[in-house]
């Protein structure tokens, strides 16, 4: 009776799960081609940039395979979507409107969110890069 119940509360956890796998959203990985960057008061900086910034604020985003598992799936692809509609190191030939915040909740530690941060050990900076990194960013425009 109670190896009955176990069972059926797996396939009823796993068959949605399985299920929503074949849903066609959240896999939609593009990169598009990088029109402009900012002018990096230095490459050090840049190098930060894209340890702390470039996979959800650029058009370089390294997809990791779970992104390719939904729900995960649904989430990565709606945050970088976001993300680079705010502010997009790779197409900085447009309006950036998030430009002049920017370095500022890099300093405030709201950037990179901490859930990012949990898989992603080297987007975490220390003082001196966070603080390199918030002027850096502040000053470009």
């Not at 059926?8 to 990985?29: D, K, W």
């Not at 992104?67 to 309006?95: C, G, H, M, T």
Request: glycine share 4%; aromatic share 8%; charged share 20%.
């Amino acid at each position: 009776m109670i190896r009955r119940v176990v069972l059926t509360v797996i396939a009823g956890g796993l068959l949605p799960l399985l299920a929503i796998q074949l849903l066609p959203f959240g896999r939609q990985h593009t990169n598009p081609a990088i029109s402009a960057e900012p002018a990096w008061p230095d490459p050090a900086v840049r190098s930060l940039a894209v340890r702390a910034c470039f996979d959800c604020h650029s058009n370089e985003t390294t997809w990791p395979w779970y992104s390719n598992v939904a729900p995960i799936s649904w989430l990565i692809q709606k945050d970088v979507a976001e993300a680079r509609s705010i502010l997009n190191f790779s197409e900085w030939n447009r309006s950036q409107r998030g430009t002049r915040e920017s370095g500022e909740v890099i300093q405030e530690g709201e950037m990179p969110p901490g859930y990012y941060l949990l898989l992603h050990r080297p987007a975490r900076l220390s003082a001196d890069e966070t603080s390199a990194l918030a002027q850096a960013l502040a000053s470009l425009r």
